[in-house]
């Protein structure tokens, strides 16, 4: 080779590296994928939620949006009310779910869970601080309503039931 060629050779693998390091051809982003669950996309964030969480977190804005965290990943979730501080997971579900009513633990609570139409599917009472398990016979996929109360607090949510 001359020294013309070796030049032309340098000069092009400078170019190349130099073009190489100016430009992107793919964003490398960190994604969890559960085996069961749910993604919602809003605004360019993902929302990810796992079916059988162990652990739950809850944060709750006065507007009556919130986050509800598990050891994956977030996902939203609307409040209608919690003047009883319920905790209810995992919610969207395939309509198996849970709630404890943080209530001493001599304290009768009611509850009642409606279908998209209103229609009453199921209604139950409990004592304290019990965990209560759901389970929804055929359920079909959309929002259900419950609504958990004592004589003086209500407590009501948007069950969201998935395929």
Do not use: C, W
């Not at 085996?35 to 919602?40: A, E, P, R």
């Not at 919130?66 to 003047?83: A, D, H, I, K, M």
């Not at 501080?85 to 209530?103: C, I, R, S, T, Y």
Request: charged share 15%.
């Amino acid at each position: 080779m001359n020294l013309t060629n070796i030049i032309k050779t340098i000069t092009l693998v400078v170019f190349f590296l130099l073009i190489k390091e100016a430009s992107y051809a793919q964003k490398i982003t960190h994604s969890v994928i559960g085996s069961l669950g749910s993604l919602l996309n809003s605004d360019g964030t993902n929302y990810q939620q796992s079916i059988g969480q162990p652990a739950i977190v809850t944060n709750e804005k006065n507007d009556g949006t919130g986050l509800r965290q598990g050891f994956l990943q977030p996902f939203t979730f609307t409040v209608e009310s919690n003047e009883l501080d319920v905790h209810l997971f995992p919610n969207p579900n395939h309509g198996e779910f849970a709630f404890q009513v943080n209530v001493e633990n001599d304290t009768k609570f009611n509850y009642q869970l409606f279908d998209q139409s209103g229609k009453l599917i199921e209604f139950s009472s409990a004592f304290g601080n019990s965990l209560v398990p759901v389970k929804i016979l055929n359920p079909a996929q959309g929002v259900y309503h419950l609504k958990v109360n004592t004589d003086s607090k209500t407590s009501s949510f948007k069950i969201i039931v998935i395929p």
